[in-house]
C-alpha cells in the first residue's frame, strides 16, 4: 500500500484437468458380459475401471456413437486423457468394439510409459475405432494402444500426433509382444520418438507377431542414436509384416534406418526362421542423417540382420546426409550375409539410390534383386507378377503397384464442364449420380470422347456434359391398335393428329391430351 491505495496484481492460473475427475462408472455392473459405451464420462469411466484393476477379461464394449474427449466445462482448458490400462498391473484385457465410430480431440498424455486411447493391453482385443488427437509420453506413446502383449488390434485409424520423449512410439501400437497382431490398419498421424518409432508398431519382441494388411501415410522421425530403428511400418521387427505399405517420409538419426522396418533381428538356431517382410511395398522418401560407422539407411529395411523378404519393392528415394558411415541401398542399408537370411523377387526403382544394399559379405548367392524402370515398374505383367508371388490377386496397376484394397478406397473426384457443371466425391469402384437433365432436355456424357454411363470410376474424371432438346412421342391407338406415333418437343402445341378407322354403326374422336412428357 502505498498513498493509501491497494495496487492488486492477478495472474491466470490454468488447473489440470483430466477426464477421471469426470468419469462415469454407473454403467458398469459387473455381472453382464456386454456393456455399452455412450458418453466421453462413460469412456473416462472404463479407463478408471481399468486402471483401478478390474481388467474386463472376456468381456466385450461397444461404442454406440462418436466422442469428442475435448474440455467441455466452457474454459480454454485441456483436459487430459488418462489410457484404458496404466500398466501391466493393469492391463486391459477386454474386447473394444468402436462399432466404426471416431474418438476425436484426445489429448492423451502420461508422465512415464504408456499413452493413446489405450495403454497397456494383454490379450485383448480393439477394433474399428478411429482416433484423432495427441499422445505425448516419455516411452510407448501410440494413437490406439501403448503396448499390446499378445491380443489383435484390427481395422483401425489413427490420426494422432505421436510423441514420445523416450523409446517407442507409433501409430497403432508403440509395441507388441507374445504373439500379438495387428491387421487392416491405417495410420496418418506424424510420429516422433528416440528409437523403435514407426507409424504401425514401434517394436515386435517376437516371431510370432504379426502385422499385415496395414499402411502408413504420417511422416515418421527417430532423433536418438540408439539402435531400435525406426520405419515406416516397424521401427524394431521380430515378426512379420505382410502386405504392407508406407508412403510416409521417414527420418532416422538414429542407427537403422529403413522404408518398412529400421531393423530385422530375431532368428531361431533350430528351424532357421526369421523375422519376415513380404508382399509390400515403400513409396516414401528415407532419410538418415546418423554418423556413427555402423549405422544403415535402406529403402525397404535400414539393417537386415536377420530376415526373409520376398515379393517386395522400393521406389523412395534413399539419402545418407552423413559421410560417417557407408551402409545403405534402395533395398536394405546393411545385408548380414548369413544362411538364415534370403531376399527374393524383389525389385527397385533405377535412381532411388546409388546401390542395392551393402553387404557384410560380398558373396549376393542370398539375394535376388531387380533394378527396374518406372514404366517397368508400372506395366500389367510385373503387377501380375507380383499377384503370383503373393498367391492372390492382393496388387492392382497404378503408376507402381498398389493394394487393390487402397485402389478401392481411393476418394475420386468427378468434375462435369459443359452445359452442367458441378463435382461429387465417390469411391473408386463406386457408380456415379449422373446428374439430371432440366426438364424437357436430355444429356449426354462422354469422357476423353467416349460415351460414358457413370457405372465405374477408377481415378479422378471430367466428364463433358452435352445438353439437348428431349423428343417425346404421342401413341395413337383405336380399338387396342396402334394407329400411329407422332414425334414432338416440349413446347410443341399440336402434333399431326391420324385418321381415325371407320367402324360400322360407330362414330370416334380422339380424347383431349397435353403434351407434357
Given at each position: 500500500?502505498?498513498?493509501?491505495?491497494?495496487t492488486?496484481?492477478?495472474?491466470?492460473?490454468?488447473?489440470?484437468?483430466t477426464?477421471?475427475?469426470?468419469?462415469?462408472?454407473?454403467?458398469?455392473?459387473?455381472?453382464?458380459?456386454?456393456?455399452?459405451?455412450?458418453?466421453p464420462?462413460?469412456?473416462?469411466?472404463?479407463?478408471?475401471?481399468?486402471?483401478?484393476?478390474?481388467?474386463?477379461?472376456?468381456?466385450?464394449?461397444?461404442?454406440?456413437?462418436?466422442?469428442?474427449l475435448?474440455n467441455?466445462?466452457?474454459?480454454?482448458?485441456?483436459?487430459?486423457?488418462s489410457?484404458?490400462?496404466?500398466?501391466s498391473?493393469?492391463?486391459?484385457?477386454?474386447?473394444?468394439?468402436?462399432?466404426?465410430h471416431?474418438?476425436?480431440e484426445?489429448?492423451a498424455?502420461?508422465?512415464?510409459?504408456?499413452?493413446?486411447?489405450?495403454?497397456?493391453?494383454?490379450?485383448a482385443?480393439?477394433?474399428?475405432v478411429?482416433?484423432?488427437?495427441?499422445?505425448?509420453?516419455?516411452?510407448s506413446?501410440?494413437?490406439?494402444?501403448?503396448h499390446?502383449?499378445?491380443?489383435?488390434?484390427?481395422?483401425?485409424?489413427?490420426?494422432?500426433?505421436?510423441?514420445?520423449?523416450?523409446?517407442?512410439?507409433?501409430?497403432?501400437?508403440?509395441g507388441?509382444?507374445?504373439?500379438?497382431?495387428?491387421?487392416?490398419?491405417?495410420?496418418?498421424?506424424?510420429?516422433?520418438?528416440?528409437?523403435?518409432?514407426a507409424?504401425?508398431?514401434?517394436?515386435?519382441a517376437?516371431?510370432?507377431?504379426?502385422?499385415?494388411?496395414?499402411?502408413?501415410?504420417?511422416?515418421?522421425?527417430?532423433?536418438?542414436?540408439?539402435?531400435?530403428?525406426?520405419?515406416?511400418?516397424?521401427?524394431?521387427?521380430?515378426?512379420k509384416?505382410?502386405?504392407?505399405?508406407?508412403?510416409?517420409?521417414?527420418?532416422g538419426?538414429?542407427?537403422?534406418?529403413?522404408?518398412?522396418?529400421?531393423?530385422s533381428?530375431?532368428?531361431?538356431?533350430?528351424?532357421?526362421?526369421t523375422?519376415?517382410?513380404?508382399?509390400?511395398?515403400?513409396?516414401?522418401?528415407?532419410?538418415?542423417?546418423?554418423?556413427?560407422?555402423?549405422?544403415?539407411?535402406?529403402?525397404?529395411?535400414g539393417?537386415?540382420?536377420?530376415?526373409?523378404?520376398?515379393?517386395?519393392?522400393?521406389?523412395?528415394?534413399?539419402?545418407?546426409?552423413?559421410?560417417?558411415?557407408?551402409?545403405k541401398?534402395?533395398?536394405?542399408?546393411?545385408?548380414?550375409r548369413?544362411?538364415?537370411?534370403?531376399?527374393?523377387?524383389?525389385?527397385?526403382?533405377?535412381?532411388?539410390?546409388?546401390r542395392?544394399m551393402?553387404?557384410?559379405?560380398?558373396?549376393?548367392?542370398?539375394?535376388?534383386?531387380?533394378?527396374?524402370?518406372a514404366?517397368?515398374?508400372?506395366?500389367?505383367d510385373?503387377?501380375?507378377?507380383?499377384?503370383?508371388?503373393?498367391?492372390?490377386?492382393v496388387?492392382?496397376?497404378?503408376?507402381?503397384?498398389?493394394?487393390?484394397?487402397l485402389?478401392?478406397?481411393?476418394?475420386?473426384?468427378?468434375r462435369?464442364?459443359?452445359?452442367?457443371?458441378?463435382s461429387?466425391?465417390?469411391?473408386?469402384?463406386?457408380?456415379?449420380?449422373?446428374?439430371?437433365?432440366?426438364?424437357?432436355?436430355?444429356?449426354?456424357?462422354?469422357v476423353?470422347?467416349?460415351?460414358?454411363?457413370?457405372?465405374?470410376?477408377?481415378?479422378d474424371?471430367?466428364?463433358?456434359?452435352?445438353?439437348?432438346?428431349?423428343?417425346?412421342?404421342?401413341s395413337?391407338y383405336?380399338?387396342?391398335?396402334?394407329?400411329?406415333?407422332q414425334?414432338?418437343?416440349?413446347?410443341?402445341?399440336s402434333?399431326?393428329?391420324?385418321?381415325?378407322?371407320q367402324?360400322?354403326?360407330y362414330?370416334?374422336?380422339w380424347?383431349?391430351?397435353?403434351?407434357?412428357?
Open positions: 500500500i502505498q498513498d493509501g491505495t491497494l492488486v496484481s492477478a495472474e491466470p492460473v490454468t488447473r489440470k484437468k477426464w477421471f475427475s469426470l468419469a462415469d462408472t454407473s454403467w458398469y455392473s459387473g455381472d453382464r458380459a456386454e456393456y455399452e459405451i455412450q458418453s464420462e462413460q469412456l473416462a469411466g472404463l479407463a478408471l475401471l481399468v486402471n483401478s484393476g478390474t481388467d474386463f477379461s472376456g468381456v466385450t464394449l461397444r461404442l454406440t456413437q462418436d466422442i469428442s475435448a467441455t466445462d466452457g474454459t480454454k482448458a485441456v483436459r487430459e486423457w489410457a484404458i490400462g496404466s500398466g498391473a493393469n492391463a486391459f484385457k477386454g474386447i473394444f468394439d468402436g462399432n466404426g471416431i474418438v476425436s484426445m489429448t498424455v502420461s508422465g512415464g510409459s504408456y499413452s493413446g486411447l489405450f495403454g497397456y493391453c494383454r490379450g482385443v480393439i477394433r474399428n478411429t482416433v484423432k488427437g495427441s499422445s505425448t509420453a516419455q516411452g506413446a501410440a494413437g490406439v494402444a501403448g499390446l502383449n499378445g491380443g489383435v488390434v484390427t481395422g483401425c485409424t489413427s490420426r494422432v500426433q505421436v510423441n514420445s520423449t523416450g523409446q517407442y512410439a507409433a501409430g497403432i501400437a508403440s507388441i509382444s507374445d504373439g500379438a497382431t495387428i491387421s487392416k490398419c491405417v495410420n496418418y498421424g506424424d510420429i516422433s520418438g528416440t528409437s523403435s518409432v507409424g504401425i508398431a514401434g517394436g515386435s517376437q516371431m510370432t507377431d504379426q502385422i499385415s494388411d496395414c499402411v502408413n501415410y504420417g511422416a515418421i522421425s527417430g532423433s536418438s542414436s540408439l539402435s531400435g530403428g525406426t520405419g515406416g511400418v516397424a521401427g524394431l521387427l521380430g515378426g509384416v505382410i502386405r504392407c505399405a508406407n508412403y510416409g517420409k521417414v527420418t538419426n538414429g542407427w537403422y534406418t529403413g522404408g518398412l522396418v529400421g531393423h533381428g530375431s532368428a531361431d538356431t533350430n528351424t532357421l526362421e523375422s519376415v517382410v513380404r508382399d509390400s511395398y515403400n513409396q516414401g522418401e528415407i532419410l538418415s542423417d546418423n554418423q556413427t560407422a555402423s549405422a544403415a539407411v535402406g529403402g525397404l529395411v539393417y537386415a540382420q536377420y530376415l526373409n523378404m520376398d515379393n517386395c519393392y522400393n521406389t523412395g528415394t534413399v539419402t545418407l546426409s552423413s559421410a560417417g558411415s557407408s551402409y541401398g534402395s533395398v536394405a542399408g546393411r545385408f548380414y548369413s544362411v538364415y537370411n534370403r531376399i527374393d523377387h524383389t525389385a527397385v526403382l533405377s535412381g532411388s539410390c546409388d542395392v551393402d553387404v557384410d559379405d560380398s558373396d549376393l548367392d542370398y539375394v535376388q534383386v531387380n533394378v527396374l524402370f514404366e517397368e515398374m508400372g506395366t500389367a510385373y503387377c501380375a507378377g507380383m499377384n503370383n508371388y503373393a498367391g492372390d490377386s496388387f492392382t496397376t497404378d503408376r507402381f503397384p498398389v493394394f487393390l484394397h485402389k478401392q478406397n481411393q476418394l475420386c473426384t468427378v462435369f464442364t459443359g452445359d452442367l457443371t458441378g461429387q466425391q465417390v469411391r473408386a469402384g463406386d457408380p456415379v449420380a449422373l446428374p439430371q437433365a432440366p426438364d424437357g432436355y436430355t444429356c449426354s456424357f462422354t476423353n470422347g467416349i460415351p460414358w454411363n457413370g457405372n465405374t470410376v477408377t481415378g474424371t471430367t466428364v463433358v456434359v452435352t445438353r439437348s432438346q428431349a423428343w417425346y412421342t404421342v395413337f383405336a380399338d387396342g391398335r396402334l394407329i400411329s406415333e414425334p414432338y418437343q416440349k413446347g410443341s402445341a402434333v399431326e393428329e391420324p385418321a381415325i378407322p367402324k360400322a354403326g362414330s370416334a374422336h380424347p383431349a391430351y397435353s403434351l407434357n412428357g
